[in-house]
């Protein structure tokens, strides 16, 4: 008898903790937490000299979000987007004690000194830990076509790591050809065939 009553009590409390839980998830201001959180990512950022800019930031719920508009200026270039979604990947953040979240992206445009390339979408998977993104299955398609993997430091701000493959129109090579001196930008044996390639551990 007191065994059953002991499980009518733990089913009660577990109901009680489902329902708990199901209100916060309900009724949490997503959309508001995820202005907060862009604001607060575009100050940390500022003093780097990368400057963050959107039009909106609305939400589904659960944390999903879409950025509407979102851009990015850094001192040799620009990108601005149609749009962005992101999806936090919530049990395995708090299984590697790490930021991961899923991402898909519009059509969009990157400027640099003043010339451009277009993209059709993308996708990706972003993993931030100890100071470190982590950016996996990067995909691009359009102007732009790009596919890899790279590991990038917010103290540093150099790539740990990287094995991105780039192609874009021929008759723009020209644009990447400047920023060989700032990244590990390699050039391909083909027209329009870049390489953005650091192994761990180098310089």
């Known amino acids: 008898m007191n065994m059953k009553r002991g499980m009518k009590l733990c089913a009660a409390a577990f109901a009680l903790f489902c329902l708990a839980l199901g209100s916060f998830v309900l009724f949490f201001p997503w959309e508001a937490s995820g202005r907060l959180g862009g604001i607060l990512l575009r100050e940390r950022l500022a003093p780097r000299g990368v400057s963050l800019s959107w039009r909106n930031i609305e939400s589904s719920g659960m944390g999903n979000f879409r950025i509407l508009d979102p851009g990015m200026a850094l001192p040799m270039a620009t990108l601005e987007m149609r749009e962005c979604d992101l999806l936090p990947r919530w049990g395995e953040s708090l299984r590697r004690f790490a930021g991961i979240l899923d991402i898909s992206f519009g059509p969009g445009e ?29 995909r691009s398609a359009g102007e732009f076509r790009a596919q890899g993997d790279c590991s990038f430091s917010l103290e540093t701000r150099r790539f740990l790591k990287a094995s991105i493959a780039i192609r874009v129109p021929p008759e723009k090579d020209q644009l990447f050809a400047p920023l060989q001196g700032f990244l590990p930008l390699r050039k391909g044996e083909e027209p329009g065939q870049w390489f953005l390639e650091r192994k761990e551990g180098t310089s």
Do not use: A, T
């Open 110 to 138: 990157l400027r640099v000194f003043g010339k451009s390339l277009s993209w059709s979408g993308g996708s990706g998977r972003i993993v931030c830990e100890r100071g470190v993104v982590h950016i996996f299955s990067f």
